[in-house]
């Protein structure tokens, strides 16, 4: 049986990715600690990277579920825009006491909808707490460090 309902972590991390595109550039140039300034370039280009990894992982999840590895890191993808909602979105707008783009469709969808697939999977024994808790931790790690490569190249190759 498909658990085809996974694909639901496509439209919550799309509407994620597009409402940060939006604003979170234009966001990034206030004067903070929290974060660092960011071009439309340098953003566009790591979001859409990060939405395309995204859409790679369902999809491989989806017709080669078997493989443990594909599943640890849909996984760890869910788990982490779970962690992202928190840290930083929440975080950083109530320290900023501005809004942080991003955070409404952190709250409103990837929370919600990660945390039922991550539960279905689950209650299905198609994944572990370990499991989950783990490749939250390794994906989430790959993510960060992926991030100031991505600005680097998208600044460098995006010209608009």
């Avoid at 929290?34 to 953003?43: D, G, I, L, R, W």
Wanted: hydrophobic share 60%; proline share 3%; net charge neutral.
């Amino acid at each position: 049986m498909k658990n085809y309902y996974v694909i639901f972590f496509c439209l919550a991390i799309t509407l994620h990715n597009l409402e940060e595109a939006l604003w979170l550039p234009r966001w990034s140039q206030l004067d903070s600690s929290f974060q660092k300034a960011v071009t439309t370039n340098e953003f566009h280009f790591a979001v859409l990277i990060i939405t395309a990894l995204a859409y790679l992982m369902t999809f491989l999840y989806l017709y080669f579920s078997e493989s443990n590895v594909i599943k640890w890191a849909f996984i760890g993808f869910l788990g982490s825009m779970i962690f992202n909602a928190i840290f930083p979105h929440l975080i950083v707008t109530l320290l900023m006491k501005t809004y942080a783009p991003g955070l409404a469709t952190a709250l409103l969808l990837n929370i919600p909808i990660n945390t039922v697939i991550l539960y279905k999977l689950y209650n299905l024994n198609l994944v572990t707490l370990k499991e989950i808790v783990i490749s939250t931790v390794v994906i989430g790690m790959i993510l960060l460090a992926m991030i100031p490569l991505l600005f680097m190249l998208g600044g460098s190759l995006i010209n608009y």
